[in-house]
């Protein structure tokens, strides 16, 4: 059983959409704090707004959206959703991978925190406009003359919270945005020695503090009784998913991991998974995921709610056959959920 005051959010990614449906429901009923939907697999708001259709308080949230649609696109689909779910949306917001925006979207990757910064000053523009107060908008990257809206705003305020990993984005966050979104390659130590500094300082800036920023961190969870085999399915789904991107090598070289990283990033580059996945030490696996029995794993996550203010927790689903991650994500409801 879980304290009522730590919050966790189930992160329903790499599912169907019947199933993610399914698991939202069953997150609900168990009193989970927030179900999040990224924006790989599929659109994010057409999961969150079937999963708002059946459920009535479990909080919505992109985790994480691409900055990829217009904030004119973004601020009317966040209109629309949170009129639906009755004010439950959250808006995780990214930037993605380099690589993403240039050869999925043709959006050049240039000046990417000025880019963030506008793009949640706009979307905020567009979010607290009514019919009388037609939207104008002149930046470098996004320029909006005379939008209007049928309706006013669903309520006075959209939480938008940004996924950052890095000092000058998570400044950035803490000046801007109402929270951050951190994913699961980092520790405690690290959230204490970097992240939190760097968003205090930027809360500052906008004459915040920390205390006004909603803080989430993800976390990769196995509940399982087969440790070794768990430690397998996270090295694959690390080394399938996060070693191609520059920023998670980054990070995770920053924790003393940048020899197996480097090795298994040459690996990768080679076209070897098995050897980019066997170059992955338990140590790494141990240190960023948690495996264990349900007590193990509830023990271990009890450790951030005196740091944070929500947990995502995240099965490794890139590591496994898809039919095992639905029963996965059950087993993180069983162990997390209050009832």
Same mark, same amino acid.
């Given at each position: ?11 329903? @990614? ?19 704090? !927030? ?13 969150? %707004? ?8 479990? *909080?919505?949230?992109?985790?994480? &959206? ?13 209109? %629309? /959703? ?9 808006? +995780? ?28 000053? /706009?979307? *905020? ?20 003359? +005379? ?20 000092? &000058? ?11 951050? /979104? ?12 970097? !992240? ?47 070693? $191609? ?7 995770? &070289? ?7 990283? &480097?090795? +298994?990033?040459?690996?990768? $580059? ?6 980019? %996945? ?13 495996? +264990? ?31 095992? @991650?639905?029963? $996965?994500?059950?087993? /993180? ?7």
């Amino acid at each position: 059983m879980i304290e009522q005051h730590q919050r966790f959010m189930l992160l329903l @990614n790499g599912l169907s959409i019947n199933d993610a449906v399914a698991m939202a429901q069953q997150a609900e009923d168990s009193g989970l704090y !927030a179900v999040g939907v990224d924006d790989i697999y599929h659109d994010p708001f057409t999961v969150l %707004t079937a999963i708002a259709a059946v459920t009535s308080r479990i *909080r919505l949230v992109t985790h994480i &959206a691409s900055w990829t649609r217009t904030p004119v696109t973004m601020a009317r689909i966040c209109r %629309t /959703l949170d009129t639906f779910s009755n004010g439950r949306l959250v808006l +995780g917001l990214g930037s993605m991978p380099q690589r993403w925006n240039e050869d999925f979207h043709g959006i050049p990757w240039e000046a990417p925190l000025q880019r963030m910064r506008e793009y949640v000053e /706009l979307v *905020r523009r567009l979010w607290e406009a009514t019919p009388e107060t037609p939207v104008d908008y002149q930046g470098r990257f996004y320029r909006v003359s +005379g939008f209007r809206v049928h309706d006013p705003p669903p309520r006075a305020h959209l939480p938008i919270l940004i996924g950052a990993s890095r000092p &000058a984005m998570m400044r950035m966050t803490g000046k801007w945005a109402d929270g951050v /979104l951190i994913i699961w390659n980092h520790t405690i130590p690290w959230l204490k020695e970097v !992240a939190l500094p760097n968003l205090s300082e930027g809360a500052r800036r906008s004459g915040r503090s920390l205390a006004d920023l909603s803080l989430a961190v993800g976390k990769l969870v196995l509940v399982t009784d087969e440790p070794e085999r768990a430690r397998d399915v996270v090295r694959r789904h690390i080394a399938g998913i996060y070693l $191609a991107i520059d920023y998670h090598r980054e990070l995770l &070289a920053t924790h003393g991991f940048g020899d197996e990283v &480097a090795a +298994g990033f040459a690996a990768l $580059a080679a076209g070897d998974m098995e050897g980019a %996945t066997r170059a992955l030490s338990d140590r790494l696996v141990d240190t960023f995921a948690v495996i +264990g029995s349900p007590e193990e794993c509830r023990e271990r996550m009890a450790e951030y709610s005196s740091v944070v203010d929500w947990v995502a927790l995240s099965t490794p689903r890139g590591g496994m056959p898809s039919s095992e @991650n639905p029963r $996965a994500v059950h087993r /993180l409801i069983q162990s997390f959920g209050n009832t």
